[in-house]
Antibody, heavy 120, light 110 residues
């Protein structure tokens, strides 16, 4: 199970951190991703962090502004979002990668999402 | 990282088959055997239904099948049922540890 939290309304230029609490699987064995979906649009892949936290990758649209991190001791994934813009408004989902200690881009479990609204 | 192209909507009657296309480039769909498909009922978590272009994860109905030719992947839903009414998204590896989704296709069962 994946449960996101931390969404809300934030002004442009401000920061926000969303979290994802994992349970029901060995969190430290799997890469995890953030995927977002703006209202009325298709999903957009945002970022991935490797199972051990040593490797990260980002979409061009967020690179340099967002940071993905994880706490394997507490089975929690984070997304730190800085310099937020109105076009960052979306439901943010965490998604578990299906690959054991590898990134396959197959998202076999998703959370229900947390809504982030960037507006003045 | 441009979004993959899917038809915005498709429809079919119960029992019919429909095929949803997902068009990308040699840098994503055509460059790897790593296209996956997701079924998304609004308000629920998306569900993985096809991986590695053509493979069905355990527990997924065999009415769902995936294929690929060049830069275009396809999802076929056979024997359409009312419960198949949902949004469907394709996703492909795009190199450099990045992924790209399609814009989504809304399937309506008439």
């Amino acid at each position: 199970q994946l449960v996101e939290s931390g969404g809300g309304v934030v002004q442009p230029g401000r920061s926000l951190r969303v979290s994802c609490a994992a349970s029901g699987f060995i969190f430290s064995n799997y890469a995890v991703h953030w995927v977002r979906q703006a209202p009325g649009k298709g999903p957009e892949w945002v970022a991935i962090i490797s199972y051990d936290g040593r490797h990260e990758s980002y979409a061009d649209s967020v690179r340099g502004r967002f940071t993905i991190s994880r706490d394997n001791a507490n089975n929690t994934l984070y997304l730190h979002m800085n310099s937020l813009r109105p076009d960052d408004t979306a439901v943010y989902y965490c998604a578990k990668d299906a690959g054991f200690e590898a990134a396959t881009g197959e998202f076999d479990y998703w959370g229900q999402g947390t809504l982030v609204t960037v507006s003045s | 990282q441009s979004a993959l192209t899917q038809p915005a909507s498709m429809s079919g009657s119960p029992g019919q088959s429909i095929t949803i296309s997902c068009t990308g480039t040699r840098s994503d769909v055509g460059g790897w055997h790593l296209v996956s498909w997701y079924e998304h009922h609004p308000g629920k978590a998306p569900k993985l239904i096809i991986c590695k272009d053509t493979q069905r994860p355990s527990g997924v109905s065999d009415r769902f099948s995936g294929s690929k030719s060049g830069n275009t992947a396809s999802l076929t839903i056979s024997g359409l049922q009312a419960e198949d009414e949902a949004d469907y998204y394709c996703c492909s590896y795009a190199g450099g540890s990045t992924w790209v989704f399609g814009g989504g296709t809304k399937v309506t069962v008439l």
